[in-house]
């Protein structure tokens, strides 16, 4: 029989994407996300957990700005509730695959970043999403971690929705160009996600689409295959000051995961170009 596997935070925008991946590989899936269900809540987490194989948590407190002004929501949604589904996971021998963030990192360093590499988040988020991985593995329970950056689906907002939103109105758009990553799509992760359930494969991976670009050129590459008319200005993050510091590297060294999957992983561009081609 299939393993029955549940999507913790399954209607956020990775969530939403990896349900139909795994129904087409055959797994029966279960979708589980607030109101009806609360990550901090012990009660929440065992009944998610009863007759699943596998638990994939993409539940997360995400909104890196609101973070900093609520605190212990996010230490205790990314942090704590993270240690208890492990713990909660390796008392039912269930596997978990947990998806973290490039924010873990500071992006000061100049290549990309591989799974080695020591930890030094920036801000409350960075901290919350480093405490839960570590909760995760302390938990003993058998899992994997997976983290992703630069990530857009047709669920929820993102850069590349806003951009397109933006260039829809034909209006001059400033866009910073020292900020670097790989844009990823959701349905991308979906499938690496899946080979790691197959294959049980446990530890820290890295994935994003293959190469990277500034934030700049990845809106200029969505004007251009939009046919979008629209004048794109290069500026710094300074132009945009948010409350909260962000990570200005967020390349991803993806030779790890690479090697366990069955296919090469293709380009940001290929990638974005199918989304952009592909109605929501
Ligand atoms: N988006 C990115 O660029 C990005 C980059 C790197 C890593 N990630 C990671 O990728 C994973 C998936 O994120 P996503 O992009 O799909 O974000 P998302 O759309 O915000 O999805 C997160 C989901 O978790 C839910 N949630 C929040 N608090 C919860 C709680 N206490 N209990 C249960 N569910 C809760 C959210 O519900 P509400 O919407 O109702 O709050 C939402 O449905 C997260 O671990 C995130 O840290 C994302």
């Known amino acids: 029989m299939a393993d029955c596997i549940t999507i913790l935070g399954g209607r956020g925008m990775l969530g939403s994407d990896l349900a139909p991946v795994l129904v087409q590989a055959g797994y029966s899936v279960r979708i589980l996300d607030l109101p009806e269900f609360d990550l901090t809540r012990a009660d929440h987490l065992a009944r998610a957990l009863n007759g699943a194989q596998v638990v994939v948590n993409c539940a997360a407190f995400t909104n890196v700005d609101q973070a900093e002004k609520r605190f212990d929501t996010a230490m205790a ?13 390796k008392e039912r021998g269930v596997f978990v695959v947990h998806i973290s963030t490039d924010f873990v990192f500071d992006g000061r360093q100049t290549r990309p970043y591989v799974e080695t590499d020591p930890p030094n988040p920036l801000n409350t988020y960075g901290r919350s999403k480093l405490e839960g991985e570590q909760a995760l593995r302390d938990s003993a329970c058998a899992h994997v971690i997976l983290r992703v950056q630069w990530s857009y689906g047709n669920h929820g907002k993102n850069f590349i929705s806003k951009i397109r939103e933006r260039a829809l109105t034909g209006k001059e758009l400033k866009v910073v160009e ?3 990553g790989a844009p990823t799509w959701t349905a991308d992760m979906a499938r690496a996600i899946t080979v790691l359930i197959r294959d049980r494969r446990t530890g820290l991976y890295h994935f994003a689409n293959a190469g990277y670009a500034s934030r700049f050129e990845v809106a200029v590459f969505i004007t251009t295959q939009l046919n979008l008319p629209v004048r794109i200005m290069p500026c710094v993050s ?3 000051p948010t409350p909260t510091l962000r990570p200005k590297n967020s390349w991803f060294n993806t030779a790890k995961i690479q090697v366990i999957l069955d296919a090469p992983i293709r380009s ?3 990638a974005l170009a199918d989304f952009l081609a592909t109605p929501p």
Do not use: H, K, Y
């Open 77 to 89: 949604v990314n942090g704590r509730a993270v240690g208890a589904l492990g713990a909660a996971a």
């Open 178 to 180: 020292d900020q670097v």
């Open 238 to 240: 300074e132009a945009f």
């Open 268 to 270: 940001w561009q290929n």
